[in-house]
């Protein structure tokens, strides 16, 4: 198995940076990507960003894009979100995911076998 705690989350004003962290344990050296996924009120979970092993390849959700930074630290088994020019309609639960094996759609939630508790995000205007 693999676990996944997210930790970071809060409260900030739009336009404030904030940085979220996935530690990533137990069964790691089959996992490839991770994702980050958020989820507002009354709306589907959706994908945010996802960074493959080698931490040499990403991918960003068009809402995110240019403000959103994934990185992952493989020594530390860390994944990180930068989230820089927060908005208030990134207010969301933030989980992180995983999953044995390569995955051929990393942006697709149910590509994903493990998954964090999540972590709050508020932002106020």
């Known amino acids: 198995q693999v676990q996944l705690v997210e930790s970071g989350g809060g409260l900030v004003q739009a336009g404030d940076s904030l940085r979220l962290s996935c530690a990533v344990s137990g069964r790691t050296s089959s996992t490839d990507v991770v994702a980050w996924f958020r989820q507002a009120p009354g709306k589907e979970r959706e994908f945010v960003a996802a960074i493959s092993r080698s931490g040499r390849t990403t991918y960003y959700a068009d809402s995110v894009k240019g403000r959103f930074t994934i990185s992952r630290d493989n020594a530390e088994t860390t994944t990180y979100l930068q989230m820089n020019i927060v908005k208030p309609e990134d207010t969301a639960v933030y989980y992180c995911?995983?999953?044995?094996?390569?995955?051929?759609?990393?942006?697709?939630?149910?590509?994903?076998?493990?998954w964090g508790q999540g972590t709050q995000v508020t932002v106020s205007s």
């Open positions: 995911a995983t999953s044995w094996g390569t995955l051929s759609r990393p942006t697709v939630r149910m590509s994903y076998n493990f």
